[in-house]
């Protein structure tokens, strides 16, 4: 057909489809051949649908018979538009009616309309014989008005398209009759209209022409050879006009359907019959084939019911000499359970939220079957032990539904088999896996691995050290599931806590900010929040102590006598004291604990180490023998004070004990404080002379001081007793497991000499624990005063102007 015609086609037929609902149903009438775009109606107004529901509503073609889809729906505008190019002939053949039905599925909710397309024929095929060239014999002999049958044209367009009329090119022999058989099929048959002469024309060539009655007319030509021959006067005849047969689906190759016969009442040559296919569908020669011979009609192809139904077909019987007669042949194709179930998810929510309510669909199932009757009849099912169901909805549509509540954190994927069963002999099933995924809801907060945690770290630690990790676990997933880590407010000693320690937000690791002090506090306690990152956030709370163990990093502290480097203290230790006497008390403490704060004494240095005696335990210093007249005066004690930490620590101190029993042996100490400026000054000048002359210096400095000794005579007067304590510890420190400080009942008295050029000292009868307060001593250099006491010892004055004995403590009273 010209392009022209095609364009009038499709103007005439553009408006020429029509809508119709009935019960539902739906039918459109379009042209074959139209381009793919074009609008065939509009389903949404045929419907009385409004335009913006009906897009919300996902409405999709089902075909009944065919996946394959030639149109689809606008959802925008609910037109039903060509998807590709549709074949009339192809469809359906030589039906003379062509419906390719469809169903209209539309959700929310699920309604199922029918749509019928009506497939009108356009005149797009010439006719065409089934040979190119026919060959007849004739005989001379035939008479005027003999007739010779023709094969008629073929064309694959219906009604007005189809051949409508014959013409044979001029011939002085030959005429055309047509005629319209009892099936509808035209008979063409070739007349002798003028007796053969074989001597003049033995080989006659006439142009046979079909022409259909489309608009514009197309044609078709065979070329017909006529051979004059000798008389045959009678053409093969069929034991039946029509043969019929049944054959079931998916045959296998060389069945035979069914066998043609015919019959020549001539003899020889005239009398022997072949077969052959005059008019078969092209779909039928791929799947038959006629044994010219035997007449047998066998399968050389598959069968399939689903395709093909029915197959009509029209075999020629020709004698030798051209003389032909034809039968019909119809195959009916029989339907075996030879299709299985299809199943289609059509609608699928996934993933699904995990707090859906038991009953929610999530999914909408279509089951095809392309069998016919019972064997396209189908039974749904999935397995028992997901929490989904199946709820026949509408004819072949299914519901998938939930049965029960969904729990991500047990289940978060399901594989949903789905099992589709016809009621075919035997039965076929299918089966479809769907994945259906769970969507995670924030429905858990973090969860600690402990309920407490704990952690012990050594005081001095390195700031940024880490001290212990918490760990919390969230089954959520994703942002969900994300687990931060922050410290709660809170207070430490009046600090905030994030003074004191830190949490990385993303691993849980606690860590020091300072370094720790035992002695300022032995423990800590915070609380750590763990939230996950969902929404809302949820949060879990657990508690973390820190106890802060010692460290040996405190020396013992001696209270008494005073480690002061600028002063000493001094004891006095009566003449008659015997073995075992009390004589003074080291008193000192330590800031640590435990056993870093047990604290034992030793003596390191004595003047005379036989003398006096040290508890290990209490630091009392006593007499180890009675006091004898050549013990010298002055005695110095160097004592150590460990404590018992790892490595040990230790502090030392001087005791400086004057063995007297009343003052006026003792020079004044003010004088001798004097002298010892001026020795400390002559000592100086001897260095810086010493130059010039070692010997004429040292001369100098013996007559010097031969000189001092003898003009300055020590005055020995008592004004009074002056005490001199032996010290107490500040009320702050308590005794450490017996090392602390001195008992109360335990005092010392020590008796100096008046006549000072100034007065030091308040003079008292007796004291005790009242009127000794812990801050008074007696103050003097130990420097200067262990110089004195490294001088002679057979003299118990001290040469060279007043003596004064300072003692390292404040005045009693002021």
């Known amino acids: 057909m010209s392009h022209k015609g095609i364009l009038l086609l499709s103007f005439m037929c553009a408006f020429a489809p029509i809508a119709q609902v009935t019960a539902g149903d739906l039918s459109y009438s379009v042209l074959e051949e139209m381009r793919p775009g074009s609008i065939v109606g509009n389903v949404a107004k045929d419907l009385g649908l409004e335009i913006a529901s009906f897009s919300s509503r996902k409405a999709r073609i089902n075909t009944e018979d065919d996946i394959k889809q030639f149109c689809h729906i606008d959802e925008n505008t609910g037109n039903v538009v060509i998807k590709q190019r549709i074949d009339r002939e192809e469809l359906c053949g030589d039906k003379v009616s062509c419906v390719l039905k469809f169903e209209l599925v539309l959700e929310k909710p699920l309604e199922l309309h029918r749509i019928s397309l009506l497939i009108q024929d356009v005149n797009d095929n010439s006719p065409v014989f089934p040979k190119d060239t026919v060959t007849l014999e004739i005989g001379e002999s035939a008479a005027k008005g003999a007739r010779y049958r023709l094969s008629d044209a073929h064309d694959a367009d219906v009604g007005q398209n189809a051949v409508k009329l014959y013409s044979l090119q001029k011939s002085d022999h030959f005429i055309l009759s047509v005629r319209d058989d009892t099936d509808g099929s035209k008979n063409v048959e070739l007349v002798l209209d003028k007796e ?396 640590d604990s435990g056993q870093n704060a047990w604290l034992s004494y030793h003596i390191v240095k004595s003047t005379d180490p036989g003398l006096f005696t040290i508890d290990v335990h209490s630091g009392e210093i006593r007499t180890q023998r009675d006091i004898s007249e050549s013990d010298s005066m002055k005695q110095n004690l160097i004592v150590a004070v460990k404590d018992n930490g790892q490595p040990s620590l230790s502090a030392t101190c001087s005791m400086y004990l004057l063995i007297s029993d009343n003052l006026a042996e003792i020079p004044e100490m003010k004088d001798a404080s004097y002298e010892e400026k001026n020795l400390k000054l002559t000592t100086y000048l001897i260095i810086a002379l010493a130059s010039v002359s070692t010997f004429f210096l040292t001369f100098i400095i013996i007559a010097l001081g031969v000189k001092f000794c003898h003009r300055r005579k020590p005055r020995m007067l008592f004004d009074g007793a002056v005490a001199i304590p032996s010290g107490y510890p500040p009320p702050h420190y308590a005794d450490v497991d017996g090392t602390g400080t001195l008992r109360s009942t335990s005092n010392y008295d020590t008796y100096l000499t008046t006549g000072s050029r100034t007065s030091d000292f308040k003079f008292v009868s007796s004291y005790n624990d009242n009127t000794l307060p812990a801050e008074q001593t007696l103050k003097k250099s130990p420097t200067k005063f262990s110089e004195e006491f490294e001088q002679s010892d057979d003299s118990p004055e001290v040469r060279g102007g007043e003596t004064s004995i300072l003692a390292q403590t404040q005045i009693l009273t002021r």
């Open 196 to 591: 053969l002469d074989r001597e003049k024309e033995h080989d006659l060539k006439l142009i046979l022409v079909a022409v259909d009655g489309g608009n514009p007319q197309k044609s078709g030509t065979a070329t017909i050879h006529v051979n004059v021959l000798d008389a045959n006067d009678n053409a093969p005849v069929f034991e039946q006009a029509v043969y019929k047969s049944s054959l079931p689906e998916n045959s296998v190759l060389d069945t035979v359907v069914i066998t043609v016969s015919a019959t020549d009442a001539d003899e020889g040559v005239n009398g022997e019959v072949t077969y052959e296919f005059s008019r078969i569908s092209e779909r039928a020669k791929k799947v038959f084939n006629l044994n010219s011979k035997t007449g047998e009609i066998k399968v050389t192809g598959v069968i399939d019911y689903e395709s093909e139904s029915k197959y009509e077909m029209r075999v020629d019987a020709k004698d030798g000499f051209g003389l032909s007669s034809h039968s019909k042949v119809i195959i009916h194709i029989t339907d075996v359970n030879d299709n299985a179930p299809v199943i289609l998810m059509t609608s699928l929510i996934n993933p699904v939220a995990e707090n859906v309510s038991p009953g929610t669909e999530v999914g909408i199932i279509n089951v095809q079957d392309r069998d016919s009757e019972t064997n396209r009849q189908v039974r749904c099912s999935i397995q028992q032990n997901v929490p989904f169901k199946m709820i026949p909805s509408i004819k072949n549509f299914y519901s998938l539904v939930t049965t029960g509540h969904l729990d991500r954190e047990l289940v978060s994927d399901y594989n949903i088999t789905i099992t589709a069963t016809d009621e075919g002999s035997p039965p076929l099933s299918s089966s479809k896996t769907v994945q259906l995924s769970v969507a995670d809801i924030n429905d858990n907060p973090p969860v600690f691995l402990e309920q407490s945690y704990s952690t012990h770290v050594t005081e001095n630690n390195k700031p940024g050290s880490t001290l212990c990790s918490v760990s919390a676990r969230d089954p959520d997933w994703r942002q969900n599931g994300t687990v931060i880590y922050s410290l709660l407010p809170g207070e430490v000693n009046g600090a905030p806590v994030s003074s004191y320690l830190s949490v990385n937000g993303d691993t849980g690791v606690i860590h020091a900010v300072r370094s720790f002090d035992y002695e300022q506090f032995r423990s800590l306690k915070v609380h750590v929040m763990a939230r996950d990152n969902g929404s809302p956030p949820l949060s879990s709370n657990v508690t973390v102590s820190v106890f802060i163990t010692d460290v040996n990093d405190n020396s013992p502290q001696i209270l008494y006598p005073a480690p002061d480097g600028n002063s000493f203290m001094t004891e006095l230790v009566p003449k008659a004291a015997q073995g075992g006497s009390l004589v003074s008390k080291v008193i000192a403490v330590d800031a």
